[in-house]
């Protein structure tokens, strides 16, 4: 109980859907409750398949799997949502410059959580 599941969702597959919104939902419930694995690159395990297509268009993306108590960052970037975790040293150092921008705009605005 309390687990959440984050992911994103392409709208050219939501503009298929029209006419069978079921496949959007069959989508999201297998990528996030009952996903496939497919061998690594290196052959040596198992990872999670973390999209599906919905009628020929790659469309739901699943990104993790949070509990209602964690915190947790992620970044928009290269048409993909990212945990941090999985950001490259660039893509990283990016996000902690927008970070930092967004503290000091809240500084100088005097604004604080909850304002």
């Given at each position: 109980?309390?687990q959440?599941?984050?992911l994103w969702?392409i709208?050219d597959?939501?503009s298929?859907?029209?006419?069978?919104?079921e496949?959007?939902?069959e989508?999201?419930?297998?990528?996030?409750?009952?996903?496939d694995?497919?061998?690594?690159?290196?052959?040596?395990g198992l990872?999670?398949?973390?999209?599906r297509?919905v009628?020929g268009?790659?469309?739901?993306?699943w990104?993790?799997?949070?509990?209602?108590?964690?915190?947790?960052?992620?970044?928009?970037?290269?048409n993909?949502?990212?945990?941090?975790?999985k950001l490259?040293?660039?893509d990283?150092?990016?996000?902690?410059?927008?970070?930092?921008?967004?503290?000091?705009?809240?500084?100088?605005e005097?604004k604080r959580?909850?304002?």
């Open positions: 109980m309390g959440k599941h984050i969702v709208e597959g939501i298929r859907t029209k006419e069978k919104p496949a959007l939902g989508a999201v419930l297998k990528v996030c409750l009952n996903p694995f497919a061998p690594t690159p290196d052959g040596q990872e999670r398949v973390w999209w297509s009628l268009v790659s469309c739901v993306n990104v993790d799997d949070v509990h209602q108590s964690d915190i947790r960052l992620y970044l928009w970037g290269g993909c949502l990212r945990p941090i975790r490259d040293d660039e990283l150092e990016q996000a902690a410059a927008l970070l930092q921008e967004e503290i000091e705009r809240r500084a100088k005097g959580q909850g304002d």
